[in-house]
């Protein structure tokens, strides 16, 4: 038989019992919907329904169908084949709404669109829905084929949760790596355009997660306060951790686009200061050629008595003249501070 972990790839919905002891074995859907399904005493089933992303429609049905297996109401069957969520967690009668958001580590893929996993938790079932895979979900599948399986759904729960918030902190440590090698790059390098395309794409990943990460918390902290029977007090410790450890990283993903702020205004100071430079230039350029433009302008006006008109020296002199004005320019130019230090 197939390990667990080695199941997590595969599209389809499949059924663990879970004994309250560590201990779970896999189970059949069917025969929970019929009620052989046994559990112990303290055990509850956790059903995991994976679909394909972008699924046929064929594949769409047969979630649905799986699904439909569990007699579920239509709002928790809507809020679980729902095509978008975002982090919540809502009160349904006895049961608990739970969609959390895990950083997307399949290859190729950015982190920053991360995948949906919804729950419904009511009293000992958990159906977990996701349409790719979740390297957080594969670590907790890996601890429950090692014997290690969550005591209780709050505990599956909890768990879930700092694995998510494990998967995360590597990320968001990146991105601070990242804005410390921009930072660097800004005082060395000569152009500002591989700094700014850089900055953009940093921006990019730190404000998609932290878009997820505070809703993420104020799910967690919903959970944890709730009077859920089957939240223990050691669950809700482990639940309140998991949404601190949330918050710290949403926090860095605010000092991360805060420094990047800082970053994307030290460059818009060093363009500033090159256009200033630049215009500088060119207001010199046309302060000095503007008073030889007048002389020159006068000096070919087609009237009579222009000086030298007749002097084969004329030429010459009226160069001689322009010269030392432009000098004049320069030496006054100078004195008044235009070129800077």
């Known amino acids: ?24 074995r896999s189970a059949d859907l069917q025969d929970f919907a019929e009620g052989s399904a046994t559990l ?42 729902a095509s978008e969520t975002r982090p919540r967690c809502t009160v349904h009668g006895d049961g608990v ?42 670590d907790l599948f890996d601890s429950m084929a090692r014997g290690k399986a969550p005591e209780t759904p709050g505990d599956l729960i909890a768990k879930l949760a700092l694995r998510l918030s494990d998967r995360a902190e590597p990320i968001v440590a990146e991105l601070n790596e990242a804005i410390d090698s921009l930072e660097d790059e800004l005082i060395d390098s000569s152009t500002l355009q591989s700094v700014r395309r850089k900055l953009a794409v940093l921006r990019h990943s730190a404000t998609t997660l932290r878009r997820y990460m505070f809703p993420q918390r104020d799910a967690l902290s919903t959970l944890e306060i709730e009077d859920l029977s089957w939240l ?9 951790e998991a949404a601190d450890r949330v918050t710290r990283l949403a926090e860095e993903l605010d000092a991360i686009r805060d420094r990047a702020q800082i970053v994307q205004d030290q460059i818009m100071d060093r363009r500033a200061e090159t256009m200033n430079s630049q215009m500088l230039l060119l207001s010199i350029v046309a302060a000095i050629f ?8 006068l000096l070919g006006v087609n009237v009579g008595g222009i000086p030298l008109a007749n002097n084969a020296w004329g030429f010459a002199v009226v160069c001689v003249v322009l010269v030392m004005v432009s000098i004049g320019q320069i030496w006054l130019f100078k004195r008044m ?5």
């Open 1 to 24: 038989m197939p390990s667990i972990a080695s199941r997590t790839a595969a599209p389809k919905a499949q059924l663990f019992a879970l004994d309250g002891h560590g201990g779970s």
């Open 40 to 81: 112990g005493a303290d055990g509850f089933c956790f059903a995991w329904v994976h679909s394909a992303p972008h699924s046929a429609d064929a594949d769409q049905t047969t979630t649905h169908a799986e699904l439909a297996l569990f007699n579920l109401d239509s709002f928790v069957f809507d809020a679980l084949t």
């Open 97 to 138: 709404i739970l969609n959390l958001r895990g950083v997307n580590l399949n290859e190729g893929a950015a982190p920053e669109d991360m995948i949906s996993a919804r729950f419904w938790i009511e009293g000992k079932v958990i159906i977990g829905v996701w349409k790719r895979p979740l390297k957080a979900i594969g």
């Open 232 to 240: 223990k007090d050691q669950d809700r410790s482990r639940l309140r």
């Open 290 to 297: 503007l008073p030889l433009g007048l002389l020159t302008g």
């Open 337 to 341: 501070g235009m070129f800077g230090k």
